[in-house]
């Protein structure tokens, strides 16, 4: 009998315990999804991009171009104008108008990361376009391998 109990004192105790560990990483699933369902920055995203690869997310920043050639794409800046990201069109956004350069833009849009090769194959295209030379920020975002595929946007001032 007194084995026996022991033996239930053992189980309750192992129970407990998992049940703590099964708390602890929820509530760091908890804080992770509250961080990537807060309004990002452009630095956080070029900071550590695959922390947040195939995951939505909102963005926010100035629209510095919009690409000329059918609204496809565009660039933004935060508080660093050194630091570009590029948005993509997706699901539901036929283009980008170029009225959107120099405003204040949030975007809902999944951050995608290229394979290498690919990376690669973009970065030679673009040096070999040159439409871009003078801004070598904007030309490194340009042939970055990450960026955001936009799904809505939203302006939130612009420029006049």
């Not at 109990?5 to 908890?30: I, M, N, R, Y």
């Not at 995203?45 to 565009?74: N, R, Y």
């Not at 570009?84 to 990361?113: A, N, Q, Y």
């Amino acid at each position: 009998m007194k084995n026996l109990f022991l033996l239930f004192t053992a189980l309750v105790f192992l129970v407990s315990c998992k049940q703590g560990e099964k708390q602890t990483e929820q509530s760091e699933a908890t804080i992770e999804t509250e961080v990537i369902n807060s309004i990002l920055t452009v630095k956080d995203v070029l900071d550590a991009p695959e922390k947040f690869k195939d995951t939505e997310v909102i963005i926010s920043g100035m629209v510095t171009h919009v690409c000329t050639h059918g609204g496809q794409k565009l660039f933004i800046i935060g508080d660093d104008p050194e630091m570009h990201l590029r948005i993509t069109v997706g699901d539901g956004i036929p283009e980008f108008d170029i009225t959107l350069e120099g405003s204040s833009v949030e975007f809902t849009g999944t951050v995608k990361i290229l394979e290498t090769e690919v990376t690669e194959a973009l970065a030679k295209e673009n040096e070999e376009k040159d439409h871009h030379t003078g801004d070598e920020a904007h030309a490194k975002a340009e042939s970055a391998s990450y960026y955001i595929e936009a799904t809505a946007f939203k302006e939130i001032s612009s420029e006049l």
